[in-house]
Protein backbone atom coordinates (compact mmCIF):
# COMPACT_ATOMS: atom_id res chain seq x y z
CA UNK A 1 0.00 0.00 0.00
CA UNK A 2 1.76 3.26 -1.11
CA UNK A 3 1.49 6.38 0.93
CA UNK A 4 -1.11 8.14 -0.84
CA UNK A 5 -3.81 5.26 -0.10
CA UNK A 6 -2.86 5.31 3.06
CA UNK A 7 -3.77 8.80 3.65
CA UNK A 8 -6.74 8.15 2.31
CA UNK A 9 -7.84 5.72 4.23
CA UNK A 10 -6.90 7.60 7.60
CA UNK A 11 -8.53 11.25 6.31
CA UNK A 12 -12.02 9.98 4.82
CA UNK A 13 -13.61 8.77 8.14
CA UNK A 14 -17.21 8.00 8.88
CA UNK A 15 -19.56 7.03 11.72
CA UNK A 16 -21.43 4.43 11.83
CA UNK A 17 -25.04 4.40 10.64
CA UNK A 18 -27.97 4.89 13.35
CA UNK A 19 -30.89 6.53 13.99
CA UNK A 20 -30.78 10.07 13.93
CA UNK A 21 -33.62 12.89 13.91
CA UNK A 22 -32.37 14.33 10.62
CA UNK A 23 -35.07 15.52 9.03
CA UNK A 24 -36.25 17.19 12.11
CA UNK A 25 -33.50 19.15 12.59
CA UNK A 26 -33.49 20.12 9.36
CA UNK A 27 -37.13 21.12 9.61
CA UNK A 28 -36.20 23.01 12.38
CA UNK A 29 -33.80 25.50 10.49
CA UNK A 30 -36.52 25.44 7.66
CA UNK A 31 -38.88 26.78 10.36
CA UNK A 32 -41.58 23.99 9.77
CA UNK A 33 -42.42 20.79 10.74
CA UNK A 34 -41.46 20.88 14.64
CA UNK A 35 -44.54 22.91 14.66
CA UNK A 36 -46.50 21.74 12.13
CA UNK A 37 -46.28 17.76 13.22
CA UNK A 38 -48.05 18.17 16.39
CA UNK A 39 -51.38 19.20 17.53
CA UNK A 40 -51.48 23.24 16.78
CA UNK A 41 -50.74 23.23 12.73
CA UNK A 42 -53.99 24.87 12.73
CA UNK A 43 -53.05 27.84 15.05
CA UNK A 44 -49.38 28.24 13.75
CA UNK A 45 -50.37 27.21 10.65
CA UNK A 46 -50.73 30.81 8.52
CA UNK A 47 -47.88 31.96 10.85
CA UNK A 48 -45.32 29.83 9.98
CA UNK A 49 -46.32 30.31 6.63
CA UNK A 50 -45.46 34.13 6.81
CA UNK A 51 -42.37 33.70 8.41
CA UNK A 52 -41.07 31.32 5.70
CA UNK A 53 -42.32 33.53 2.68
CA UNK A 54 -39.85 36.18 4.26
CA UNK A 55 -36.89 33.57 3.59
CA UNK A 56 -37.39 32.75 0.32
CA UNK A 57 -34.25 33.70 -1.88
CA UNK A 58 -33.91 31.97 -5.26
CA UNK A 59 -30.71 31.48 -6.80
CA UNK A 60 -31.11 33.33 -10.16
CA UNK A 61 -29.00 30.59 -12.47
CA UNK A 62 -30.21 27.74 -11.13
CA UNK A 63 -33.28 26.25 -12.33
CA UNK A 64 -35.06 23.89 -9.16
CA UNK A 65 -38.10 21.49 -9.39
CA UNK A 66 -40.65 21.59 -6.93
CA UNK A 67 -41.71 17.95 -7.93
CA UNK A 68 -40.85 16.79 -4.35
CA UNK A 69 -42.99 13.36 -4.16
CA UNK A 70 -40.78 11.33 -2.11
CA UNK A 71 -39.64 9.11 -4.81
CA UNK A 72 -36.83 11.12 -6.47
CA UNK A 73 -33.64 11.82 -4.44
CA UNK A 74 -32.53 15.45 -3.58
CA UNK A 75 -29.93 17.26 -1.88
CA UNK A 76 -29.21 20.39 0.18
CA UNK A 77 -26.29 22.64 0.81
CA UNK A 78 -26.92 24.09 4.43
CA UNK A 79 -24.42 27.33 5.08
CA UNK A 80 -24.00 28.81 8.20
CA UNK A 81 -22.22 31.57 8.26
CA UNK A 82 -20.39 34.29 10.57
CA UNK A 83 -22.48 36.84 9.57
CA UNK A 84 -23.81 38.98 12.77
CA UNK A 85 -21.46 37.22 15.14
CA UNK A 86 -19.71 39.23 17.34
CA UNK A 87 -20.38 42.85 16.01
CA UNK A 88 -19.30 41.71 11.97
CA UNK A 89 -22.14 43.52 9.52
CA UNK A 90 -19.81 42.25 6.05
CA UNK A 91 -20.94 39.50 3.96
CA UNK A 92 -18.97 37.03 6.21
CA UNK A 93 -18.01 33.28 5.57
CA UNK A 94 -19.54 30.13 5.21
CA UNK A 95 -17.82 28.84 8.36
CA UNK A 96 -20.47 25.57 8.78
CA UNK A 97 -20.87 23.14 5.55
CA UNK A 98 -23.06 20.80 5.34
CA UNK A 99 -24.45 18.47 2.51
CA UNK A 100 -27.41 16.34 3.02
CA UNK A 101 -28.40 13.78 0.38
CA UNK A 102 -31.97 11.94 0.88
CA UNK A 103 -32.40 9.06 -1.05
CA UNK A 104 -36.14 7.99 -0.50
CA UNK A 105 -35.25 4.57 -2.72
CA UNK A 106 -33.13 3.46 -0.20
CA UNK A 107 -34.70 5.25 2.80
CA UNK A 108 -31.32 6.68 3.64
CA UNK A 109 -29.98 10.13 4.48
CA UNK A 110 -26.35 11.22 4.14
CA UNK A 111 -24.76 13.75 5.80
CA UNK A 112 -21.02 15.49 4.52
CA UNK A 113 -19.40 17.56 6.52
CA UNK A 114 -16.71 19.81 4.85
CA UNK A 115 -13.85 21.62 6.16
CA UNK A 116 -14.20 25.36 6.31
CA UNK A 117 -10.28 25.73 5.51
CA UNK A 118 -10.73 22.80 2.29
CA UNK A 119 -8.56 23.76 -1.03
CA UNK A 120 -11.15 24.86 -3.74
CA UNK A 121 -11.54 26.82 -6.89
CA UNK A 122 -13.60 29.90 -6.33
CA UNK A 123 -16.42 28.83 -9.33
CA UNK A 124 -19.57 31.81 -9.55
CA UNK A 125 -17.93 34.61 -7.57
CA UNK A 126 -16.89 36.74 -9.79
CA UNK A 127 -13.73 38.36 -11.60
CA UNK A 128 -12.67 40.26 -8.42
CA UNK A 129 -11.93 37.21 -6.61
CA UNK A 130 -9.28 34.93 -6.57
CA UNK A 131 -8.80 31.70 -8.64
CA UNK A 132 -8.53 29.47 -5.49
CA UNK A 133 -9.11 30.17 -1.88
CA UNK A 134 -10.74 28.60 1.27
CA UNK A 135 -13.65 27.19 0.16
CA UNK A 136 -15.23 29.22 2.90
CA UNK A 137 -14.77 32.42 0.92
CA UNK A 138 -16.98 31.42 -1.88
CA UNK A 139 -20.25 32.68 0.28
CA UNK A 140 -17.60 35.79 0.52
CA UNK A 141 -17.32 36.46 -2.82
CA UNK A 142 -20.74 34.84 -3.97
CA UNK A 143 -22.99 34.28 -1.19
CA UNK A 144 -25.19 30.99 -1.77
CA UNK A 145 -24.99 30.83 -5.66
CA UNK A 146 -21.40 30.73 -5.42
CA UNK A 147 -20.92 28.60 -2.22
CA UNK A 148 -23.58 25.89 -4.14
CA UNK A 149 -21.21 26.18 -7.57
CA UNK A 150 -18.34 25.67 -5.73
CA UNK A 151 -19.10 23.00 -3.80
CA UNK A 152 -20.57 21.32 -7.01
CA UNK A 153 -17.28 22.02 -8.72
CA UNK A 154 -15.36 20.04 -6.04
CA UNK A 155 -17.20 17.14 -5.90
CA UNK A 156 -19.20 16.63 -8.84
CA UNK A 157 -22.41 16.68 -7.69
CA UNK A 158 -25.60 18.77 -8.03
CA UNK A 159 -26.91 20.25 -5.70
CA UNK A 160 -30.72 20.93 -5.99
CA UNK A 161 -31.55 23.62 -2.18
CA UNK A 162 -29.71 25.26 0.00
CA UNK A 163 -30.52 27.03 3.44
CA UNK A 164 -28.40 29.47 4.75
CA UNK A 165 -28.55 30.60 8.91
CA UNK A 166 -26.24 33.15 10.19
CA UNK A 167 -24.88 32.97 13.63
CA UNK A 168 -26.62 35.82 14.71
CA UNK A 169 -29.62 34.15 13.90
CA UNK A 170 -28.06 31.38 15.78
CA UNK A 171 -27.66 33.30 19.43
CA UNK A 172 -31.55 34.92 18.89
CA UNK A 173 -32.96 31.22 18.38
CA UNK A 174 -31.23 29.94 21.63
CA UNK A 175 -32.50 33.15 23.77
CA UNK A 176 -36.07 32.78 22.47
CA UNK A 177 -35.97 29.02 23.69
CA UNK A 178 -34.59 30.47 26.75
CA UNK A 179 -31.38 28.55 26.56
CA UNK A 180 -30.03 25.14 25.54
CA UNK A 181 -28.12 22.60 28.07
CA UNK A 182 -24.48 21.29 26.80
CA UNK A 183 -21.91 19.05 27.83
CA UNK A 184 -18.48 20.99 27.65
CA UNK A 185 -16.15 18.60 26.86
CA UNK A 186 -12.67 20.53 28.31
CA UNK A 187 -12.43 23.52 30.03
CA UNK A 188 -11.12 26.49 27.90
CA UNK A 189 -11.21 30.04 27.41
CA UNK A 190 -10.97 32.10 24.38
CA UNK A 191 -10.61 35.53 23.50
CA UNK A 192 -11.57 35.21 19.74
CA UNK A 193 -15.50 34.60 20.50
CA UNK A 194 -15.30 37.27 23.65
CA UNK A 195 -13.12 35.49 26.42
CA UNK A 196 -15.78 33.31 28.41
CA UNK A 197 -14.37 30.94 30.31
CA UNK A 198 -16.02 27.30 29.80
CA UNK A 199 -16.10 24.71 32.37
CA UNK A 200 -15.69 20.97 32.10
CA UNK A 201 -19.15 19.65 32.60
CA UNK A 202 -22.59 20.33 31.91
CA UNK A 203 -24.17 24.41 31.34
CA UNK A 204 -27.01 25.79 30.97
CA UNK A 205 -26.26 28.82 28.27
CA UNK A 206 -28.19 31.95 26.68
CA UNK A 207 -27.68 33.15 23.32
CA UNK A 208 -24.37 34.74 23.59
CA UNK A 209 -22.73 31.90 25.41
CA UNK A 210 -24.12 29.68 23.30
CA UNK A 211 -22.58 31.62 20.23
CA UNK A 212 -18.97 31.54 21.51
CA UNK A 213 -19.38 27.81 22.27
CA UNK A 214 -20.76 26.87 18.92
CA UNK A 215 -17.57 28.58 17.17
CA UNK A 216 -14.29 28.09 18.84
CA UNK A 217 -11.99 26.27 17.42
CA UNK A 218 -8.48 27.43 18.62
CA UNK A 219 -8.34 25.91 21.61
CA UNK A 220 -9.92 22.55 20.37
CA UNK A 221 -7.39 19.94 19.99
CA UNK A 222 -9.78 18.38 17.43
CA UNK A 223 -10.05 21.83 15.61
CA UNK A 224 -12.76 22.50 13.13
CA UNK A 225 -13.84 18.86 13.35
CA UNK A 226 -14.65 19.70 17.13
CA UNK A 227 -16.36 22.63 16.60
CA UNK A 228 -18.63 20.05 14.24
CA UNK A 229 -19.56 18.52 17.02
CA UNK A 230 -19.87 21.26 19.68
CA UNK A 231 -22.31 23.02 16.55
CA UNK A 232 -24.45 19.55 16.28
CA UNK A 233 -24.95 19.47 19.94
CA UNK A 234 -26.59 23.12 20.30
CA UNK A 235 -28.83 22.91 17.20
CA UNK A 236 -29.70 19.35 19.09
CA UNK A 237 -30.60 20.84 21.75
CA UNK A 238 -32.49 23.86 20.12
CA UNK A 239 -34.58 20.98 18.62
CA UNK A 240 -35.29 19.41 21.78
CA UNK A 241 -36.37 22.69 23.57
CA UNK A 242 -38.73 23.41 20.13
CA UNK A 243 -40.04 20.36 21.03
CA UNK A 244 -41.47 20.88 24.50
CA UNK A 245 -44.92 22.98 24.75
CA UNK A 246 -42.72 25.85 26.40
CA UNK A 247 -41.74 26.60 23.48
CA UNK A 248 -45.15 27.75 22.25
CA UNK A 249 -44.78 30.42 24.60
CA UNK A 250 -41.89 32.16 22.89
CA UNK A 251 -43.07 30.45 19.04
CA UNK A 252 -43.30 34.18 17.92
CA UNK A 253 -39.72 34.98 18.62
CA UNK A 254 -38.39 31.88 17.48
CA UNK A 255 -40.24 32.59 14.29
CA UNK A 256 -39.14 36.49 14.05
CA UNK A 257 -35.61 35.39 14.43
CA UNK A 258 -35.42 32.72 12.16
CA UNK A 259 -37.50 34.74 9.43
CA UNK A 260 -34.84 37.30 9.90
CA UNK A 261 -31.83 35.09 9.71
CA UNK A 262 -32.13 32.83 7.45
CA UNK A 263 -32.44 32.62 3.29
CA UNK A 264 -33.16 29.54 1.56
CA UNK A 265 -35.00 28.57 -2.60
CA UNK A 266 -36.86 26.74 -0.77
CA UNK A 267 -40.78 27.39 -0.58
CA UNK A 268 -42.96 26.78 2.51
CA UNK A 269 -44.88 24.03 0.30
CA UNK A 270 -41.26 22.77 -0.80
CA UNK A 271 -40.32 22.53 2.96
CA UNK A 272 -44.15 20.65 3.88
CA UNK A 273 -43.23 18.16 1.14
CA UNK A 274 -39.74 17.11 2.45
CA UNK A 275 -40.81 17.07 6.15
CA UNK A 276 -44.16 14.98 4.79
CA UNK A 277 -42.87 12.52 1.89
CA UNK A 278 -39.10 11.94 2.81
CA UNK A 279 -39.85 11.17 6.41
CA UNK A 280 -38.90 7.39 5.91
CA UNK A 281 -35.48 8.39 4.47
CA UNK A 282 -34.29 9.18 8.04
CA UNK A 283 -34.44 5.90 9.30
CA UNK A 284 -30.98 5.41 7.97
CA UNK A 285 -28.04 7.79 8.58
CA UNK A 286 -24.51 8.37 7.68
CA UNK A 287 -23.18 10.89 9.23
CA UNK A 288 -19.18 11.39 7.49
CA UNK A 289 -17.10 14.20 7.25
CA UNK A 290 -14.56 14.85 4.17
CA UNK A 291 -11.15 14.83 5.59
CA UNK A 292 -7.84 15.76 4.55
CA UNK A 293 -4.62 16.65 5.56
CA UNK A 294 -3.17 20.62 6.93
CA UNK A 295 -0.59 21.95 4.27
CA UNK A 296 0.60 25.51 3.56
CA UNK A 297 0.02 27.58 0.23
CA UNK A 298 2.13 30.20 0.23
CA UNK A 299 2.43 30.62 4.50
CA UNK A 300 -1.29 29.89 4.86
CA UNK A 301 -2.88 26.85 6.38
CA UNK A 302 -5.43 24.79 3.99
CA UNK A 303 -7.11 21.52 3.80
CA UNK A 304 -6.37 19.28 1.08
CA UNK A 305 -7.45 15.65 0.09
CA UNK A 306 -6.56 13.31 -2.20
CA UNK A 307 -7.56 12.68 -5.20
CA UNK A 308 -8.74 8.99 -4.16
CA UNK A 309 -10.36 10.55 -1.28
CA UNK A 310 -12.25 13.37 -3.27
CA UNK A 311 -13.04 10.25 -5.72
CA UNK A 312 -14.84 8.09 -3.58
CA UNK A 313 -16.90 10.53 -2.11
CA UNK A 314 -17.97 11.86 -5.11
CA UNK A 315 -18.98 8.16 -6.29
CA UNK A 316 -20.72 7.46 -3.15
CA UNK A 317 -22.87 10.86 -3.00
CA UNK A 318 -23.66 10.53 -6.62
CA UNK A 319 -24.38 7.19 -5.80
CA UNK A 320 -27.50 8.57 -3.20
CA UNK A 321 -28.82 10.88 -5.62
CA UNK A 322 -29.27 8.00 -8.70
CA UNK A 323 -26.63 8.88 -10.76
CA UNK A 324 -23.38 7.10 -12.45
CA UNK A 325 -19.71 7.83 -11.05
CA UNK A 326 -17.68 10.15 -13.33
CA UNK A 327 -13.91 10.35 -12.80
CA UNK A 328 -13.28 13.61 -10.71
CA UNK A 329 -11.56 16.34 -12.83
CA UNK A 330 -11.14 19.45 -11.22
CA UNK A 331 -8.87 22.33 -10.21
CA UNK A 332 -7.89 19.66 -7.30
CA UNK A 333 -7.46 16.36 -9.08
CA UNK A 334 -5.00 18.72 -11.33
CA UNK A 335 -2.90 20.63 -8.33
CA UNK A 336 -3.15 16.71 -7.07
CA UNK A 337 -1.33 15.24 -9.60
CA UNK A 338 1.13 18.25 -9.89
CA UNK A 339 2.14 17.98 -6.21
CA UNK A 340 2.53 13.52 -6.88
CA UNK A 341 4.80 14.28 -9.67
CA UNK A 342 6.94 16.70 -7.61
CA UNK A 343 7.34 13.73 -4.72
CA UNK A 344 4.50 15.53 -2.08
CA UNK A 345 4.76 13.72 0.93
CA UNK A 346 0.90 12.94 2.30
CA UNK A 347 2.66 11.61 5.44
CA UNK A 348 3.97 14.15 6.75
CA UNK A 349 3.03 16.60 9.21
CA UNK A 350 1.86 20.29 7.48
CA UNK A 351 3.74 20.13 4.26
CA UNK A 352 4.20 23.04 2.02
CA UNK A 353 1.88 22.60 -1.05
CA UNK A 354 2.21 23.69 -3.88
CA UNK A 355 -0.24 25.30 -6.34
CA UNK A 356 0.56 26.20 -10.45
CA UNK A 357 -1.56 28.23 -12.24
CA UNK A 358 -1.13 28.29 -16.06
CA UNK A 359 2.38 28.35 -15.29
CA UNK A 360 2.78 30.29 -12.55
CA UNK A 361 3.46 28.29 -9.14
CA UNK A 362 2.55 29.63 -5.60
CA UNK A 363 5.05 27.52 -3.42
CA UNK A 364 8.51 26.35 -3.00
Known sequence: MDKQQNSDQQTLKRKPKRRHPILRTLTVILLVALFLAGG???????????AVAKTYDPVSTKAVSSDLDGKKPISILLLGTDTGAFGRKDT????????????????????TSIPRDTLAEMVGTGNDSPTYEKINSAYAYGKSSA????????????????????MEGLQKIVDAVGGVDVNVPFTW???????????KGKA??????????????????????????????VINQIVKHLMSVKSLTNYQKVMDSLSSSMRTNLTFDDMMAIAQNYRASATTIDRQQLKGIGVYID???YQVMTTETLQKMSNELRGQLGLESKTLS??????????????????????????????????P
Not at 348 to 355: E, K, Q, R, S
Open 204 to 233: HLNGELALAYARMRDEDPEGDYGRQKRQQE
Open 147 to 166: AIKTVEKLLNVPIDYYVTVN
Open 189 to 199: TDANTGGQTFK
Open 92 to 111: GRSDTMMLVTINPKEKKTTM
Open 40 to 50: YAARFYSQAKK
Open 330 to 363: NFNTQQNEINNANGFDWTANNPVYTVSLDGATTG
Open 299 to 301: EAA
